[in-house]
């Protein structure tokens, strides 16, 4: 058969395709491996960019939170008794300066909730459990909704993976404030090691795909992109209550 | 007969796979697996009229192979990301005109090489064009690409046939002993062919699990 020279040119013609192909695959298949390689290392730059970026986010936040706490609280402070010097010193004067004194007295207390909320070592100091649970009370005394809360014992997370938990927890209580109309919300967390937080209103949902691709999503994709930092698992099942949705779900979990 | 029994077995692997996820392939997808089915069923009844009918069977197979060229070529057409594809409309048009003058100048009972060859070529270059418009200048794993195997399946079967079935005829009228021993070359290439159609299946599949527990 091989003596042939038509079927030995055959074989050989085959041999030499199959010979091109494999050459021309091999090289196409280096060649990507190196772009998805370079890929990766991109999207390892961008992430730590994106890293860097809330860093310094929350120095500032946390530079604003001292700013407030030892400026502003001071100083409000100081007014406070100030007025109380006024009231002892004139009497006449209490009942006019009544208002003001009880409208300082607010605003100390709102300055102190929002410099907590926006320094991120109280999460390092007090835990997680107990500065979300400080959120949550923040949010009752609004009586918007009515929040129901129940937790596990602290997560094991590092200072980071906290800091974004609570993040991505103020963000979503806001989101729920300002468009769920909802009556109740549900808010439960995983301790120890099963951290998982999940965050379900009985609002009016929302199409979560219509949301994310439209220019209106800037809060969700801010949540998710927290979430990818801190190396979390994030997902929102929705929809809205003319399609049948029941509320928004909302949970967060560590990958493991 | 074992090498024909390994080539029917290959062959069926695809047809599992595409029918398995079926609901998760996009058109292009689809018509490789009614293509991949329609040769099965070719492959069954072309060996039922040779070996036991005793008959001509060149027939079937000068009509699978426009079916052949129309469907793989057309699956390659839909998943090129390409603004104009008519060129290659054009190409398929022009290869049946040349299909249907091979037949005219010969018989259906005659096989049809040349035009085979040429529909070959066809296949050749689309299924090129494809992969390196699909994969090459996408910064994704080519080997978690589905387009990529079925590339790869097309690109092997149909450039490495290309010699075999330039010479067939030739062979046929010749030396029929020794055309009865080339086919071989064909069966080779079906059984690497078929299996890499079906992990383009089973890929497109699990891509789109995935997709959907993402969701």
Redesign the interface.
């Known amino acids: 058969m091989f003596s042939n020279p038509i079927v030995l040119t055959v074989l050989v013609a085959t041999l030499m395709m199959l010979l091109l192909i494999a050459v021309v695959i091999i090289t196409m298949v280096l060649s990507n491996r190196r772009n998805v390689q370079q890929e990766v290392k991109m999207a390892q730059m961008h992430l730590d960019h994106e890293k860097g970026l809330r860093l310094l986010q929350d120095e500032v936040m946390a530079e604003v939170a001292r700013e407030l706490h030892d400026n502003i609280g001071q100083r409000l402070t100081f007014m406070k008794l100030q007025l109380q010097q006024q009231k002892a010193v004139n009497p006449a004067s209490a009942v006019s300066l009544l208002p003001v004194s009880d409208m300082v007295v607010e605003t100390i207390e709102e300055v102190r909730v929002l410099g907590r909320s926006l320094n991120s070592d109280v999460i390092e100091k007090n835990g997680l459990v107990y500065t979300l649970e400080k959120e949550v009370e923040r949010m009752r005394t609004l009586n918007k909704f009515e929040v129901h809360w129940e937790h596990d014992k602290e997560p094991e997370l590092i200072k980071d993976q906290k800091v974004i938990v609570f993040r991505i927890f103020q963000e979503t209580l806001n989101n729920l404030l300002k468009y769920a109309e909802a009556k109740n919300v549900y808010i439960s967390m995983g301790g120890g090691s099963n951290f998982k937080l999940v965050m379900k209103d009985d609002g009016k949902g929302f199409d979560v795909e219509q949301v994310m691709s439209s220019g209106k999503g800037a809060g969700l994709k801010n949540i998710l992109k927290r979430a990818e930092l801190g190396k979390l698992k994030c997902s929102i099942d929705s929809a809205p209550s003319a399609q049948g949705g029941k509320g928004t779900t909302f949970t967060l979990e560590k990958i493991v | 007969m074992a090498t024909l029994m390994l080539v029917m077995m290959v062959k069926i692997l695809p047809v599992i796979a595409g029918v398995y996820y079926f609901g998760h392939l996009g058109k292009s997808f689809r018509l490789t697996l009614y293509l991949t089915a329609i040769a099965f069923v070719c492959e069954i009844y072309g060996l039922y009229i040779g070996r036991y009918l005793h008959r001509h069977n060149s027939w079937l197979f000068n009509i699978y192979m426009m079916l052949e060229v129309w469907l793989a070529g057309a699956a390659a057409i839909y998943l090129m990301d390409l603004k104009k594809k008519w060129p290659f409309w054009g190409i398929l048009v022009l290869d049946t005109i040349f299909w249907i003058i091979n037949l005219a100048m010969g018989s259906i009972f005659i096989f049809a090489n040349v035009a085979m060859v040429a529909g070959l070529i066809v296949l050749t270059m689309m299924y090129l064009v494809l992969?390196f418009n699909n994969?090459?200048f996408k910064?994704?794993?080519?080997?978690r690409q589905p387009v990529f195997w079925l590339s790869?399946s097309t690109?092997?079967y149909c450039?490495?046939?290309?010699?075999?079935f330039?010479?067939h005829n030739?062979?046929i009228g010749h030396?029929p002993a020794?055309a009865a021993?080339?086919i071989r070359?064909n069966s080779i290439l079906d059984i690497i062919r078929y299996p890499l159609v079906a992990i383009s299946f089973i890929l497109v599949g699990q891509q789109k699990q995935v997709i959907l527990n993402a969701a």
């Open positions: 992969l994969c090459v910064d994704r794993d080519l080997l790869l690109i092997i450039a490495c046939d290309i010699p075999y330039g010479m030739y062979f030396a020794l021993k080339m070359i």
